[in-house]
């Protein structure tokens, strides 16, 4: 029983840890792509893990089972959003940003 | 409006996602007395499944699902369920939407609650039905795909 509050605490934690990070690039990273780079894949992860955290802690109940229906779903919605996102800003004709100086010809 | 039908990872998660959404919708409008939910939340998610397939599809191919033609008259049917529900009560011997009177078998407390059930799906179709209209107004006159 604590055994398993304890790593549903750890996993909820890990999920809100990848949560921060994916906020921290939303404001920090210069342009729309490494945007949508930060945020499309740690936002998936951290609430993947915070859904996890909740099924763990839950047990084996019929809440549980829906709460991993919405993990699936997140899973199998939010790379697609993001997909169609930068797609669209794609052929749109956005261009992504480069260091100004150098227009990303030097390797740094 | 982009063309969206030659992007296969948007058209397939999207024809996967959709009647899901549709299973759901259901789910939640004929769970609504029990559960939080109800006509319009279910008739919301309803129109945002036909939407998705739009978005993703193209609005063109989207006509052979759900024809444009068919969002005002399924919002008016739905409206007839509600009004119809409210008067074959009030022919009853009752009050408007009084469920109590409605020509149904069982007991008193068993014919509200499918009264409430009707009322439910005449608010969950008008809800479907015309926020699918909306949408496909607002690309009305508008060159898509």
Not at chain 1, 8 to 21: D, E, K, M
Not at chain 1, 36 to 60: C, N, P, R, W, Y
């Amino acid at each position: 029983m604590t055994l398993q509050f304890l790593i549903a605490n750890i996993v909820v934690s890990a999920g809100a840890f990848f949560l921060l990070v994916g906020s921290i690039g939303l404001i920090r990273l210069p342009d729309f792509y490494s945007r949508a780079h930060a945020t499309g894949k740690s936002d998936t992860l951290g609430v993947l893990l915070v859904t996890l955290g909740l099924v763990i802690h839950e047990g084996l109940t019929l809440n549980s089972a829906k709460i991993a229906l919405i993990m699936a779903f997140i899973a199998l919605t939010s790379p697609t959003a993001t997909h169609a996102l930068t797609r669209a800003a794609v052929r749109f004709g956005l261009k992504p940003w480069f260091r100004r100086d150098g227009a990303g010809e030097k390797g740094d | 409006m982009m063309r969206g039908d030659d992007d296969a990872i948007i058209s397939l998660v999207a024809r996967t996602v959709s009647p899901f959404i549709m299973i759901f919708a259901l789910y939640v409008i004929f769970h609504g007395h029990y559960s939080p939910g109800g006509g319009f939340q279910g008739g919301t998610m309803l129109a945002a499944a036909l939407i998705l397939v739009r978005l993703a599809a193209g609005n063109d191919l989207a006509q052979l699902q759900f024809p444009r033609s068919w969002g005002t008259p399924l919002g008016s049917a739905g409206v007839l369920i509600y009004w119809g529900t409210g008067f074959v009560a009030m022919m009853g011997g009752g009050r408007f939407l009084d469920y109590a009177f409605l020509p149904l078998a069982g007991a008193a407390p068993q014919r509200r609650s499918l009264g409430i059930l009707f009322i439910e799906i005449g608010v969950g179709l008008a809800v479907c039905g015309i926020l699918t209209a909306i949408y496909d107004d607002l690309l009305e006159g508008r060159p898509h795909d």
